[in-house]
């Protein structure tokens, strides 16, 4: 038998005819979406091996909505991250945060995952490098160097992935050593982008040990101009005369020296990873084993965000600025229709974020600040840094011709430190909030897998333990609340918690071929999880309990909270084969994300555990290879009921969800706690095509939607209401793409691309203020690719937002201002690759 879940990635078999139907197979194909991962030749159509059951299978013989996507076709696409792969997938939303958010990825499918980087808070999608879990959202936007695949996984997989995959999973594999072979790229473009990526396969012992070492080092400027907004302005009333600043506690700040009024950028990128593999496996022997490094340090500026609206527009200038006498009005919005008329810049890549805290010196970031007085005022520098590194060891070994073990261990740690002007403007209306995350995590899983009654019947079954822990050290930083007087920050502290996340788990799959055709397949997962939430609440200046936050009596700090449980997940699945190349299913699955511990609490009061969010869908859907394999055509649709959704309520409740007095924390818009709010519907459909109608053309596609409608609200003081949807996602979605190999004999051969991608607008909040509303956008990415006939040199040009269209990925509104995380303009890079 093949070794379970040991898939050397995709492999090809090539499949080609030419019908006189072929233009109707165009025209059908024009509606859909890309279901299948590429070799290197894109005209080919291709049968891929994936790993989503924890055996290798066809994909057109697996019963998920799934989907792959090779590493030749994220280069072919001009992806370098993991939220690029979105743009293709349907029914998935993945987006770097906004600032404010660190590091942080927000990720969805079907409706379902999660956006908040708080170790209290789980991801409701998985993330898995090589079968390993990544437990948190933070760190999570990955990039795409040297993969042999990336498997996309919609629908809850609570049995095939455990917990927190309870809207689908997204799988990275890395290539392993074959021994021999490798590359040197080098790439130039716009905003001065340098990226260079190297890689070596060769042999350390013939027919038994491999090895491959692979480098990326990604350097690209912002897109956003931070300006000085005294300099930019110098007749401002507000501005002091002969400095560059806006009010008097910043007089001390020298006049900028170079005179065109910049300060410096948002957006950034400056990495470098290196990862290597070793693979032994001697010929003839039942033995495999797997060892994979990889270090990553990534020194990149905060997300771009600029202001679009002020506390002026938001009716909120009555309560602005309460220890600057600056108004915090529309004089900093730099482009839209809430701009100052007549303002001087009118930019929508512009701001005049400073990165200015009034307060005294937070003292763990002395060495990312430019110093200040001992307890003065600083400027903190902007950032989005990671630095991790992680190693994991994968042993296969064929116990008998029918039974195969498999063992998966995995180590990973990170250290994140990000710094956000939250309200993008040179007044310390929110300031600057510096904040780290650390975080590492073990796991180890063991897997047992036969083959009986003449292959007829397939079983898995496993156990996995996984151990993390996670610390979020942050400044918090407003003049939200209503404690403290004009003269001080009324909301100012440091933030220290620690999370420590034990899970067990046991699982059991079976797959039975009940008749030539028809396979009946049952999975079932028995997780026990346990999360301790401990709290750090200290004054600015690192000494003593914050007030009054704290109780005197019984402050915050050393507070913990413990969420504990044991859940049951399980699936059913009958799937037919109405043709050898057609297959039809209905399945029945179950996922959860864990609980959790009230993540900001105010006081001690606030301090309780959330359940799990649970999920139960149904789904039917047909995987098709048409016409000799020229047309491929994969489609499902699904009703998911959604139980115990997580959120933060308007108004602080006690266990029998009443408010809580304000004696008891219970302080209007201070309320940190997590509820199970309510519960909701989503339905939807997703539909998946390639057409190979020509020799060398290759069209693919995607259409999508996504339906989500709450139907019961178990708080009636929040601010959900039934029959509203969750903020954050939209409905309908849609790509399509093709490419052209043209051959030009003894010279090689000349591939254009084009991929047009929609991604649908959404509402920011429950309330859906026309403020918070993200518009639905188009972007096109084009692609042109020279290579020799021996494929030993390659020369490629793209161009990404090919119109440059002005949008936004996501906005931020609190009731007092609005900020936006503008999208990439229009850029272009030529990339240069030597194979060897």
């Given at each position: 038998?093949?070794?379970?879940?040991n898939?050397?990635?995709?492999?090809?078999?090539?499949?080609?005819?030419?019908?006189?139907t072929?233009?109707?197979?165009?025209?059908?194909?024009?509606?859909?979406?890309?279901?299948?991962?590429?070799?290197?030749?894109?005209?080919?159509?291709?049968?891929?091996?994936?790993?989503?059951?924890?055996?290798?299978?066809?994909?057109?013989?697996?019963p998920?909505?799934?989907?792959?996507?090779?590493?030749?076709?994220?280069?072919a696409r001009?992806?370098?991250?993991?939220?690029?792969?979105?743009?293709q997938?349907?029914?998935?939303?993945?987006?770097?945060n906004?600032?404010?958010?660190?590091?942080?990825?927000?990720?969805?499918?079907?409706?379902?995952?999660?956006?908040?980087?708080?170790?209290?808070v789980?991801?409701?999608?998985?993330?898995?490098?090589?079968?390993?879990?990544?437990?948190?959202?933070?760190?999570?936007?990955?990039?795409?160097?040297?993969?042999e695949?990336?498997?996309?996984?919609?629908g809850?997989?609570?049995?095939?992935?455990?917990?927190?995959?309870?809207?689908?999973?997204i799988?990275?594999?890395?290539?392993?050593p074959?021994?021999?072979?490798?590359?040197?790229?080098?790439?130039?473009?716009?905003?001065?982008?340098?990226?260079?990526?190297?890689?070596?396969?060769?042999?350390?012992?013939?027919?038994?040990?491999?090895?491959?070492?692979?480098?990326?080092?990604?350097?690209?400027?912002?897109?956003?101009?931070?300006?000085?907004?005294?300099?930019?302005?110098?007749?401002?009333?507000?501005?002091?005369?002969?400095?560059?600043?806006i009010?008097?506690?910043?007089?001390?700040?020298?006049?900028?020296?170079?005179?065109?009024?910049?300060?410096?950028?948002?957006?950034?990128?400056?990495?470098?990873?290196?990862?290597?593999?070793?693979?032994?496996a001697?010929?003839?022997?039942?033995l495999e084993?797997n060892?994979?490094?990889?270090y990553?340090?990534?020194?990149s500026?905060?997300?771009?965000?600029?202001?679009?609206?002020?506390a002026?527009?938001?009716?909120?200038?009555?309560?602005?600025?309460?220890?600057?006498?600056?108004?915090?009005?529309n004089?900093?919005?730099?482009?839209?229709?809430?701009?100052?008329?007549?303002a001087?810049?009118?930019?929508?890549?512009?701001?005049?974020?400073?990165?200015?805290?009034?307060?005294?010196?937070y003292?763990?970031?002395?060495?990312?600040?430019?110093?200040?007085?001992?307890?003065?005022?600083?400027?903190?520098?902007?950032?989005?840094?990671?630095?991790?590194?992680?190693?994991?060891?994968?042993?296969d070994y064929?116990?008998?011709?029918?039974?195969a073990?498999?063992?998966?261990?995995g180590?990973?740690?990170?250290?994140?430190?990000?710094?956000?002007?939250?309200d993008?403007?040179?007044?310390?209306?929110?300031?600057?909030?510096?904040?780290?995350?650390?975080?590492?995590?073990?796991?180890?899983?063991?897997?047992?897998?036969?083959?009986?009654?003449?292959?007829?019947?397939?079983?898995?079954?496993?156990?996995?333990?996984?151990?993390?822990?996670?610390?979020?050290?942050?400044?918090?930083?407003?003049?939200?609340?209503?404690?403290?007087?004009?003269q001080?920050?009324?909301?100012?502290?440091?933030?220290?918690?620690?999370?420590?996340?034990?899970?067990?788990?046991?699982?059991?799959?079976?797959?039975?071929?009940?008749?030539?055709?028809?396979?009946?397949?049952?999975?079932i997962?028995?997780?026990?999880?346990?999360?301790?939430?401990?709290?750090?609440?200290?004054?600015?200046?690192?000494?003593?309990?914050?007030?009054?936050?704290?109780?005197?009596?019984?402050?915050?700090?050393?507070?913990?909270?413990?969420?504990?449980?044991?859940?049951?997940?399980?699936r059913?699945?009958?799937s037919?084969?109405?043709?050898?190349?057609?297959?039809?299913?209905?399945?029945?699955s179950?996922?959860?994300?864990?609980g959790?511990?009230?993540?900001?609490?105010?006081?001690?009061?606030?301090?309780?555990?959330?359940?799990?969010?649970?999920?139960?869908?149904?789904?039917?859907?047909?995987?098709?290879?048409?016409?000799?394999?020229?047309?491929r055509?994969?489609?499902?649709?699904?009703?998911?009921?959604?139980?115990?959704?997580?959120?933060?309520?308007?108004?602080c409740?006690?266990?029998?969800?009443?408010?809580?007095?304000?004696?008891?924390?219970?302080?209007?818009?201070?309320?940190?706690?997590?509820?199970?709010?309510?519960?909701?519907?989503?339905?939807?459909?997703?539909?998946?095509?390639?057409?190979?109608?020509?020799?060398?053309?290759?069209?693919?596609?995607?259409?999508?939607?996504?339906?989500?409608?709450?139907?019961?609200?178990?708080?009636?003081?929040?601010?959900i209401?039934?029959?509203?949807?969750?903020?954050?996602?939209?409905?309908?979605?849609?790509?399509?793409?093709?490419?052209?190999?043209?051959?030009?004999?003894?010279?090689?051969?000349?591939?254009?691309?084009?991929?047009v991608?929609?991604?649908?607008?959404?509402?920011?909040?429950?309330?859906c203020?026309?403020?918070?509303?993200?518009?639905?956008?188009?972007?096109?990415?084009?692609?042109?690719?020279?290579?020799?006939?021996?494929?030993?040199?390659?020369?490629?040009?793209?161009?990404?937002?090919?119109?440059?269209?002005?949008?936004?990925?996501n906005?931020f509104?609190?009731?007092?201002?609005?900020?936006g995380?503008?999208?990439?303009?229009?850029?272009?890079?030529?990339?240069?690759?030597?194979?060897?």
């Amino acid at each position: 038998m093949s070794r379970t879940s040991n898939s050397l990635g995709a492999r090809s078999i090539v499949s080609r005819s030419r019908i006189s139907t072929a233009a109707l197979a165009l025209g059908i194909s024009m509606a859909a979406s890309p279901a299948i991962a590429q070799d290197e030749n894109a005209n080919d159509a291709n049968v891929i091996v994936v790993t989503a059951q924890m055996r290798e299978q066809n994909i057109q013989d697996t019963p998920l909505s799934i989907t792959a996507v090779s590493g030749e076709l994220l280069e072919a696409r001009s992806q370098t991250k993991l939220t690029d792969i979105a743009a293709q997938a349907p029914n998935v939303l993945l987006q770097q945060n906004p600032s404010g958010s660190g590091a942080s990825m927000r990720a969805y499918i079907r409706g379902v995952g999660q956006a908040d980087q708080s170790p209290s808070v789980e991801p409701g999608v998985g993330i898995y490098v090589d079968d390993i879990y990544f437990g948190t959202v933070t760190a999570s936007a990955f990039d795409l160097t040297d993969l042999e695949r990336v498997e996309v996984l919609r629908g809850p997989q609570g049995t095939l992935a455990g917990m927190n995959s309870q809207g689908g999973a997204i799988k990275l594999y890395s290539r392993k050593p074959q021994g021999e072979g490798g590359f040197v790229e080098a790439t130039l473009g716009a905003f001065n982008r340098v990226d260079m990526k190297a890689s070596a396969d060769f042999t350390v012992v013939e027919d038994a040990v491999f090895a491959r070492v692979t480098g990326v080092m990604r350097n690209r400027d912002g897109y956003v101009t931070r300006y000085d907004y005294a300099c930019v302005n110098p007749n401002d009333p507000y501005v002091q005369p002969g400095t560059s600043a806006i009010d008097p506690s910043q007089a001390a700040i020298p006049q900028l020296a170079s005179g065109d009024c910049k300060l410096g950028t948002l957006g950034a990128q400056s990495m470098f990873a290196v990862r290597g593999s070793l693979r032994i496996a001697p010929q003839g022997s039942p033995l495999e084993i797997n060892i994979t490094g990889d270090y990553t340090k990534d020194t990149s500026e905060t997300p771009a965000s600029t202001l679009i609206a002020s506390a002026e527009i938001t009716n909120r200038q009555n309560g602005s600025i309460a220890y600057q006498g600056v108004p915090f009005d529309n004089r900093f919005v730099t482009y839209g229709q809430y701009r100052r008329a007549g303002a001087v810049l009118n930019d929508p890549f512009a701001s005049y974020a400073n990165f200015y805290d009034p307060g005294v010196t937070y003292r763990a970031i002395d060495a990312a600040a430019t110093p200040g007085a001992p307890n003065g005022p600083v400027f903190t520098k902007p950032a989005n840094q990671v630095e991790g590194w992680g190693v994991s060891g994968v042993v296969d070994y064929e116990v008998a011709d029918n039974i195969a073990f498999k063992s998966i261990t995995g180590y990973r740690t990170y250290d994140s430190f990000s710094s956000d002007d939250n309200d993008n403007s040179p007044v310390a209306f929110i300031g600057a909030v510096p904040s780290y995350f650390s975080h590492k995590q073990f796991s180890q899983e063991v897997r047992l897998s036969g083959n009986f009654m003449e292959d007829a019947l397939n079983v898995t079954v496993g156990g996995i333990y996984y151990d993390a822990s996670t610390r979020y050290n942050g400044r918090i930083h407003s003049p939200f609340s209503g404690f403290g007087t004009p003269q001080k920050p009324t909301f100012s502290f440091i933030n220290d918690d620690t999370a420590d996340m034990t899970v067990w788990a046991g699982f059991g799959n079976a797959a039975w071929q009940m008749a030539p055709g028809l396979t009946l397949e049952g999975g079932i997962r028995v997780t026990s999880e346990q999360k301790d939430y401990t709290y750090g609440r200290y004054n600015p200046d690192g000494v003593g309990d914050y007030l009054p936050l704290s109780n005197p009596t019984n402050p915050l700090s050393g507070q913990v909270g413990t969420y504990k449980e044991t859940i049951v997940d399980y699936r059913a699945v009958l799937s037919y084969k109405i043709t050898p190349d057609v297959m039809a299913y209905a399945q029945f699955s179950t996922g959860h994300k864990a609980g959790g511990v009230a993540p900001r609490p105010y006081s001690y009061y606030q301090i309780r555990s959330f359940g799990p969010e649970k999920l139960n869908s149904y789904e039917v859907g047909f995987k098709a290879d048409l016409f000799d394999r020229i047309l491929r055509i994969n489609a499902s649709a699904f009703y998911m009921d959604y139980v115990g959704y997580q959120g933060t309520p308007q108004t602080c409740l006690d266990e029998a969800g009443n408010p809580l007095p304000v004696d008891k924390g219970g302080v209007e818009g201070l309320c940190g706690q997590y509820l199970n709010l309510g519960d909701a519907r989503v339905k939807g459909f997703e539909l998946e095509t390639t057409l190979n109608p020509i020799e060398g053309l290759t069209i693919d596609g995607s259409l999508s939607l996504t339906d989500f409608e709450f139907t019961k609200v178990n708080y009636p003081t929040t601010s959900i209401v039934v029959g509203s949807s969750r903020p954050g996602i939209g409905d309908w979605k849609w790509s399509i793409g093709a490419q052209y190999e043209i051959l030009l004999g003894d010279a090689g051969t000349l591939t254009p691309r084009i991929d047009v991608a929609y991604t649908p607008g959404y509402c920011g909040n429950f309330a859906c203020n026309e403020i918070s509303k993200v518009d639905s956008y188009t972007l096109a990415n084009a692609r042109l690719t020279y290579q020799t006939e021996d494929k030993d040199w390659s020369v490629a040009l793209e161009v990404t937002n090919l119109f440059d269209n002005f949008y936004y990925l996501n906005k931020f509104y609190n009731g007092w201002f609005a900020l936006g995380q503008p999208g990439r303009p229009r850029e272009w890079a030529v990339s240069v690759k030597r194979r060897f």
